[in-house]
């Protein structure tokens, strides 16, 4: 059985349990909102980032606090109802969805507290990084990130968390202080460097599999000045490879306040396919168009690079990748220098997908490129994320219409992932296999096809098992990646 299979089954419930989890949860929480399926609000409570991994919970508790978290969970416990915990819902996995079961969902819990005199930001578990983004700029600050900033703070930080100020500050774990987190057992504990340290640990990086964190402390950054952003867009045919070479030069430089993400599409304005890059310079725009001369004198078809405050830049990609429609997102990675002609290959690829599939036209393979320096500086086991190198991250974000395609689909990224792995092979080969090489496995942030988590984890994953058996001994947290199951041994 899969692990979406199994998650599916383990939501299903009797009637009889529900209504007395319902009417316990009636009279237990306090500040939280609940809805059943006759509910008004219902079918938007159950909305995903993807429509492929919507689901009919039997309940939907919007939590409005710690307590009423622990209070949900052992209540679920007690009946045996199994549970999702949703945030910003942009899990592809389907980890933040079950089928009769219970969603506790957090969206009602997004306070941002800004304490400009420590330099920190207090951040409720249900906030999205647009929230956070707009907190801290009305101080002067900033923070790391993602780069879509409709996502869920607490599922890209508790996975690791790129952004596109990881070239001057690392990962998003790597700002992130504390944070006070609800277990299985219903307990509320801080977890920081100096207070429950392994579980801290354990928390940056495989933060999904331990518990519900309903507050993140983070060291926020100052950032006054505007930053120079926007998109470019270039026929393949012609600008592939000038784009790829200007991206590969740009990382070794060192600049860590430049950075972009490049991307190969098929736009709906265009009858061939594109390279498109979405570009960020923290700094002026003289001094960013001295950085990217190379990449403007290949004339864009299309160029919104300008000045503009770092608040609107982790939205400068939502409208590629807008909640609803079936979608997902699969993770590779890739060694600079990129090849022009793997790149052409994904090309050919895509276009062979799109003349079976109604709908992927849309699709996107992106290629990221941000300055490794800062997140290199800290050890592989100082934190479970255990992917930190000098690689990149590739994101395969196939588009879909119908139901139907769903397991083509999966297989056709599963496929590409593939390909992005035998390319990393070859580099490995053609480089000597060097001993950082050793370390890169898949960012599990974009993996919707739960993979394997000792590829997630690496030379960190049995120190998780032993911590998991500790702080979750009843695999209470089991819809991402499993750390306890045979199968991931």
Not at 52 to 69: H, L, M, N, W
Not at 209 to 222: A, D, I, L, N, Q
Request: aromatic share 8%; glycine share 10%; hydrophobic share 35%.
């Amino acid at each position: 059985m899969s692990k979406r299979e199994d998650e599916v089954s383990q939501g299903h419930t009797s009637p009889d349990a529900l209504a007395s989890l319902l009417r316990e949860l009636k009279e237990t929480l306090d500040y939280s909102i609940i809805l059943t399926p006759d509910s008004e609000g219902y079918s938007d409570s159950i909305k995903r980032w993807s429509d492929e991994v919507e689901k009919r919970a039997g309940v939907v508790v919007y939590v409005g606090s710690a307590q009423d978290i622990a209070s949900t969970i052992l209540l679920s416990r007690k009946h045996s109802i199994s549970f999702a915990v949703a945030g910003g819902k942009h899990s592809s996995s389907g980890a933040a969805s079950t089928d009769g079961g219970l969603v506790i969902d957090l969206a009602k819990m997004r306070k941002v507290e800004i304490d400009t005199s420590k330099k920190i930001a207090k951040v409720q578990g249900g906030c999205i990084w647009q929230d956070v983004d707009e907190a801290a700029a009305n101080h002067g600050l900033a923070m790391v990130g993602g780069t879509v900033n409709h996502t869920g703070v607490g599922g890209l930080t508790l996975g690791g968390g790129y952004g596109w100020l990881s070239g001057r500050y690392g990962l998003t774990i790597d700002s992130l202080l504390q944070v006070q987190i609800v277990l299985g057992d219903g307990s509320i504990n801080t977890a920081s460097e100096n207070e429950n340290p392994d579980l801290f640990w354990a928390v940056r990086g495989a933060g999904h599999c331990f518990g519900v964190v309903s507050e993140f402390v983070f060291e926020t950054h100052e950032q006054k000045n505007n930053i120079w952003s926007g998109q470019m867009i270039w026929p393949a045919s012609t600008k592939l490879g000038g784009v790829i070479d200007f991206a590969n030069d740009l990382l070794t430089k060192s600049d860590p306040d430049s950075a972009m993400v490049l991307g190969v599409t098929a736009p709906p304005f265009m009858t061939e396919p594109a390279v498109v890059a979405t570009v960020f310079h923290n700094g002026s725009q003289g001094a960013a168009e001295r950085v990217f001369k190379p990449l403007l004198d290949l004339q864009p078809l299309k160029n919104s690079a300008q000045e503009r405050p770092y608040r609107e830049m982790n939205g400068m990609m939502n409208h590629a990748v807008p909640y609803g429609g079936r979608k997902l997102s699969k993770g590779a990675c890739f060694v600079p220098p990129l090849s022009a002609d793997y790149v052409r290959s994904l090309i050919v690829d895509m276009q062979k997908l799109h003349q079976t599939v109604p709908g992927s036209r849309r699709s996107i393979v992106l290629f990221e490129y941000l300055h490794p320096e800062a997140w290199c500086k800290i050890p592989n086991d100082a934190t479970a994320f255990a992917n930190r190198g000098r690689h990149q991250n590739m994101m395969i974000g196939p588009f879909w219409d119908n139901a139907e395609d769903d397991q083509k689909i999966r297989l056709w990224a599963t496929e590409i992932a593939k390909k992005a792995e035998m390319e990393l092979e070859r580099v490995k080969e053609e480089a000597g296999s060097p001993a950082w090489m050793e370390h890169i496995g898949e960012y599990g942030n974009y993996d919707g096809l739960l993979t394997n988590a000792r590829r997630i984890f690496g030379s960190n994953f049995d120190k998780l098992r032993s911590l998991k058996i500790r702080y979750d001994p009843d695999n209470v947290f089991d819809k991402s990646h499993s750390l306890l199951s045979a199968r991931e041994g």
